[in-house]
């Protein structure tokens, strides 16, 4: 008996301590704080406090938020979790810089072409020496970074065509219609024979006009 007392007890005082050993280094359960909302630096601070371990699983591409920011966690705040389990996060991420690409002496159709680039603004200057009808600067220059996805594109300003209005008193309805339906100038006549001959004509003889903006030229016979 004396024998079996000596060949137990030191078994059982060793499970003992065992289950002791345990007992005192058991992990203890915790709620999962609530990691969503903060940088990835707080949210480390804050997992080395509860004494649990944080990992990077995910990276998103949010412009909304800060680079670094907590967008999601597993497990979810509030649930059950023992001390050193690990909680994964994942992170935002600024998109990918755009560099400003080079649209000069490209047309408007060209540029209206890059889909990666919808905002586009056509600004028209007046600039003798630029070519028609395609882009001769812009604003940023090639090769900046973009900011804000948007991009000038400067062209050239049609110049407004200015004529001196002749004279046509004197002259038949004929001939002067002939010369206005040449030139595509619009005109109305108090007269339809086409023989008659101009009494009065506004705009006056001498006028500066713009093709643009002359709606009709009148005449009286």
């Not at 990276?59 to 920011?69: A, R, V």
């Amino acid at each position: 008996m004396k024998q079996f007392l000596f060949s137990v007890i030191p078994f059982a005082s060793f499970l003992l301590g065992h289950l002791l050993i345990w007992h005192i280094q058991k992990p203890k359960v915790i709620d999962c704080p609530s990691l969503i909302g903060l940088t990835l630096l707080d949210a480390f601070l804050k997992c080395s406090e509860c004494k649990i371990n944080i990992r990077l699983t995910k990276l998103i591409t949010d412009e909304q938020w800060p680079q670094n920011t907590i967008l999601s966690q597993y497990p979810k705040e509030q649930t059950p979790i023992k001390e050193q389990q690990t909680v994964h996060v994942s992170v935002s991420v600024p998109p990918p810089l755009q560099y400003t690409p080079t649209i000069v002496r490209k047309t408007i159709d060209e540029i209206k072409q890059l889909q990666e680039f919808p905002n586009i603004q056509i600004c028209t200057i007046a600039n003798k020496t630029a070519p028609d009808n395609s882009i001769f600067s812009q604003s940023p220059t090639p090769g900046n970074v973009l900011y804000n996805n948007t991009i000038k594109a400067y062209i050239k300003k049609k110049e407004e065509e200015l004529y001196i209005m002749p004279c046509c008193i004197g002259y038949s309805l004929k001939d002067v219609a002939e010369l206005f339906d040449l030139y595509a100038i619009p005109y109305t006549c108090t007269h339809t024979k086409p023989d008659a001959i101009i009494k009065d004509q506004t705009p006056i003889a001498g006028t500066v006009v713009s093709k643009n903006t002359l709606k009709m030229v009148y005449f009286d016979c």
